[in-house]
């Protein structure tokens, strides 16, 4: 690979983390506005997220492109890329790499833990509802791992996928 494709991977890659960061920084502040109950500002970052989004998957065209692939390697994965960089410049693409490999676990923690609460929250208000209507015909009692069971009871929430 010529040197001056190897420079402009190597900025997408920095694009990559940069939008990354980006990505994490909202998932965080989901977190706070989940935990605040604030709407107007989890409609604001779920439209983020998805510009967010949509930037990055431009950025991996971009590197697609940059890195000249053939028609039939058109699918995109990034350890292979590695595999295409030029020995010297490999070391700095390996740093860029485990970067975007540590943002990318840090999301999906986040990512996970966000789905759990507001699944945890429905949860919760669905049982509040059955209570106050009676349609809750069913015992809640403790499991052997100390969370609350139950059984038959009919679901009035459900989170929007």
């Not at 990559?16 to 935990?35: P, T, V």
């Not at 949860?123 to 349609?135: M, P, R, S």
């Not at 069913?138 to 929430?157: A, I, M, P, Q, R």
Request: aromatic share 10%; net charge negative.
């Amino acid at each position: 690979m010529e040197t001056p494709n190897v420079r402009l991977i190597e900025k997408l890659f920095y694009k990559k983390i940069m939008l990354y960061h980006d990505l994490l920084y909202c998932f965080k502040h989901e977190r706070e506005s989940l935990i605040n109950l604030d709407l107007d500002k989890l409609w604001s970052i779920s439209k983020e997220k998805e510009e967010i989004c949509a930037k990055i998957n431009v950025t991996k065209q971009e590197i697609i492109a940059a890195l000249d692939l053939q028609e039939n390697q058109k699918t995109f994965e990034l350890n292979r890329t590695m595999d295409l960089i030029p020995g010297e410049s490999r070391a700095e693409f390996q740093k860029l790499y485990l970067r975007l490999i540590k943002l990318k676990s840090e999301i999906e923690v986040f990512r996970k833990e966000n789905i759990s609460f507001v699944n945890d929250s429905l949860q919760f208000l669905d049982e509040i509802i059955a209570t106050i209507t009676g349609a809750d015909g069913s015992e809640t009692v403790y499991n052997d791992k100390c969370h609350f069971s139950k059984s038959g009871s009919y679901s009035f929430l459900s989170r929007e996928v």
